[in-house]
């Protein structure tokens, strides 16, 4: 069973959601809330599977709340406004429902969303890229850390680097979050290969990495040095 939060500043909002729960097996409501920031403070003692998250909301929108997390959860999109339907995409979001959503709608979005976790739970150790006419395996273990540039990343590992034509998001979907965290809008790194941290930079073998104050503040969470 896949467990899951709602946030939205809309009461009736959360009531809708809770009573589409109610009819299903797979998900189960573990808690809402009317404002962003309470939801991240539950987020870091509670890891869920998936949130459905409103965009427009008062003191952080949906979307700031998304960058701001280091250890992202599945998200559906719970809006009024059409005009984020696209930007969702950057956040390879499972579904973008529009309100008022029927229950047959939403049991659309829920379905999607098993799917999708299903096989990330199934992940295996490793994934493979395309570079150039080769397909290419790369172990988990074996990144030290991943540059992004446009529509291509650089994957550098222990042995040498590659640069498959993919972008962060399609990145995300392969990796698995515990490993591997943002530390700069151009920067994913693998936390086990790190070997120091100095004057706001990681230290991977002769690699030097810049962190960002954006990212700086999840990053040490995620290393408890908060």
């Known amino acids: ?5 709602a946030i939205d500043d809309e009461p009736k909002a959360i009531q809708v959601i809770q009573h589409h729960i109610s009819k299903m097996d797979s998900v189960m409501l573990l808690s809402h809330f009317y404002n962003a920031k309470d939801a991240m403070s539950f987020l870091k003692q509670n890891p869920v599977d998936l949130i459905f998250l409103d ?3 008062p003191h952080m929108s949906g979307l700031e709340m998304l960058n701001d997390l280091q250890l992202k959860p599945q998200v559906i999109f719970t809006t009024a406004y059409t005009e984020f339907a696209i930007e969702s995409y950057d956040y390879n979001a499972i579904d973008y429902l529009l309100k008022p959503f029927e229950f047959d709608r939403f049991q659309m979005a829920i379905h999607k969303a098993e799917e999708r976790i299903n096989n990330l739970k199934k992940q295996k150790d490793f994934f493979f890229i395309k570079d150039g006419f080769k397909t290419i395996k790369i172990e988990f273990q074996d990144i ?5 540039s446009g529509n291509y990343l650089d994957i550098v590992t222990k042995e ?8 962060f998001v399609e990145l995300i979907e392969k990796i698995p ?3 591997f965290v943002r530390i700069h809008q151009s ?5 086990l290969n790190i070997d120091k941290i100095e004057n706001n930079k990681v230290y991977i073998g002769t690699h030097q990495i810049p962190i960002s104050n954006r990212y700086k503040e ?3 969470k995620r290393l408890n040095l908060e």
């Open 218 to 220: 999840g990053f040490f």
């Open 177 to 179: 979050s515990s490993k």
């Open 187 to 191: 920067y994913l790194i693998n936390i």
């Open 144 to 148: 030290l850390f991943v540059k992004g």
């Open 160 to 167: 040498k680097k590659y640069t498959p034509r993919m972008t």
């Open 1 to 5: 069973m896949m467990t899951a939060i």
């Open 55 to 57: 965009i427009n909301m």
